[in-house]
């Protein structure tokens, strides 16, 4: 667990468990600007109609860089949600992805675009996209903040990608370890202490 009890000396102690910041939230700001213009364009006329498109967002990791994302996508859209469960508790090794939740509402006919925090193994993506295919919609791309530099992840396609990162373990933004960490504004890298824990 973090040190969850602040102290007037030590105020904001999740600090204390981060090794160092390999990108900050300035520099996540920029590159989510980007992507949401690129997806924007994309989903436009004359390439589509508008109000065609739903972006599911892969919870619970995604959910901070998507509330980003589509603030900046100034089209009509609908929003569904769908869980996926891969590293569950103190796991910092995948377990294989399933789909524990799924509220995407109806996609039948509708253009998706699934967002998820970090494409690792790809476990994630190869179980969510042939889904929601078989739930028919007419086009299903992804976009993901996230790509480690190791061989699974590149074996799996994603459309829209916002930075790649060493094979490395990181929280924040979204993503967690063991649930903690998600508030964090920046993408760290933890302690060996903190996930010791
Ligand atoms: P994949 O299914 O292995 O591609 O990984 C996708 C999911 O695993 C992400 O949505 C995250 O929830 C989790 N994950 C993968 N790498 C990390 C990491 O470095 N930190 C925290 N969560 C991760
Ligand atoms: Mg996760």
Do not use: W
Not at 17 to 24: P, T
Not at 41 to 56: K, Q
Not at 149 to 178: C, K, M, Q, S, W
């Amino acid at each position: 667990m973090p040190n969850l009890k602040p102290s007037p000396e030590n105020p904001q102690p999740m600090d204390d468990d981060i090794d160092r910041v390999l990108i900050s939230h300035d520099r996540i700001a920029v590159r989510v600007k980007e992507l949401a213009a690129q997806i924007t364009a994309d989903h436009s006329p004359p390439n589509l109609s508008g109000a065609e498109i739903t972006i599911v967002p892969v919870m619970t990791g995604a959910m901070i860089f998507a509330s980003d994302l589509i603030r900046r996508m100034p089209i009509a859209m609908k929003i569904g949600l769908i869980q996926v469960s891969s590293y569950p508790g103190r796991n910092v090794q995948s377990l294989g992805s399933q789909i524990v939740a799924n509220q995407v509402g109806e996609i039948r006919g509708r253009h998706v675009v699934v967002v998820d925090d970090i494409l690792d193994s790809g476990g994630t993506l190869h179980r969510v996209v042939p889904a929601l295919r078989e739930m028919q919609a007419a086009s299903v791309k992804s976009c993901v903040l996230l790509r480690k530099d190791r061989p699974t992840a590149h074996a799996i396609h994603a459309d829209y990608v916002g930075f790649e990162i060493p094979d490395v373990f990181v929280v924040g933004y979204g993503l967690d370890y063991n649930d903690y960490y998600r508030n964090l504004p920046d993408i760290v890298t933890l302690t060996s202490h903190a996930q010791a824990k």
